[in-house]
């Protein structure tokens, strides 16, 4: 079975700082890797998504992340926050092969002014 | 495009009513899924179709079903609703595997 982790429920970063959230993921097989983000009241969307290719991915809002097989990890950077950052964020897994997705269970992100 | 809609918004149960939670997409999308999300515990996969007439369990399928009879609707079914399905339920699609899950924006329901 796979599982995801993400380090961290509740992350506060300064308006303009760097935001990292973390996640790690456990699977037999190298999986397909996603970050959604939920604003308040809202469903999930997509921010970048990882299947094959180059490990440094790009996303919407400014957002990347970066597969790295041997620390089973995609980590989540934005160098510089903005208070419409403020949001969840999810980390999921799909395993190759199968239809499920295993998300993390999510950090807040909180932008300080 | 309406994108993934979903019926009610909001609902309140007692304990042993039975609903029906509405929903629908007009992407023409194949996959379609239901989740649950809990506080702090993430989304968990209630259950899954990858086309009309197919409909597979996730990781949560107890107390619920579902059917698939056409491409756009995927209807999820409580039945003898109890306090542990209190949660929030969100409805999404997708092309493909590996391809973006498009998320409806979710019915809040309470089990009292």
């Known amino acids: 079975a796979q599982s995801v982790t993400q380090l961290g429920s509740h992350v506060s970063v300064s308006e303009g700082a760097l935001v990292l959230l973390r996640c790690n993921y456990s699977?037999?097989?190298?999986?397909?890797l996603f970050w959604y983000v939920q604003y308040p009241n809202q469903g999930l969307q997509l921010l970048l998504k990882y299947t094959t290719g180059a490990t440094l991915v790009k996303g919407i809002n400014g957002f990347e992340a970066e597969f790295k097989k041997s620390e089973t990890s995609f980590h989540l950077t934005k160098p510089s926050a903005h208070m419409s950052d403020a949001a969840e964020y999810f980390c999921a897994v799909e395993r190759a092969g199968s239809y499920q997705l295993t998300f993390g269970k999510g950090t807040k992100l909180s932008v300080i002014p | 495009n309406a994108g993934v809609t979903q019926t009610p918004k909001f609902r309140i149960l007692k304990i042993g009513q039975s609903m029906t939670l509405q929903c629908a997409q007009d992407m023409n999308h194949n996959y379609m899924y239901w989740y649950r999300q809990d506080p702090g515990m993430g989304l968990k996969l209630i259950y899954y179709?990858?086309?009309?007439?197919?409909?597979d369990k996730g990781e949560v399928p107890n107390g619920y079903n579902v059917s698939r009879s056409t491409t756009e609707d995927f209807p999820l079914r409580l039945e003898l609703a109890a306090p542990s399905q209190t949660s929030v339920y969100f409805c999404?699609?997708?092309?493909?595997?590996?391809?973006?899950?498009?998320f409806g924006p979710g019915t809040r329901l309470t089990v009292l």
């Open positions: 999404a699609s997708s092309q493909d595997r590996a391809n973006e899950q498009f």
């Open positions: 179709s990858v086309g009309a007439g197919i409909t």
């Open positions: 699977s037999s097989v190298p999986p397909y």
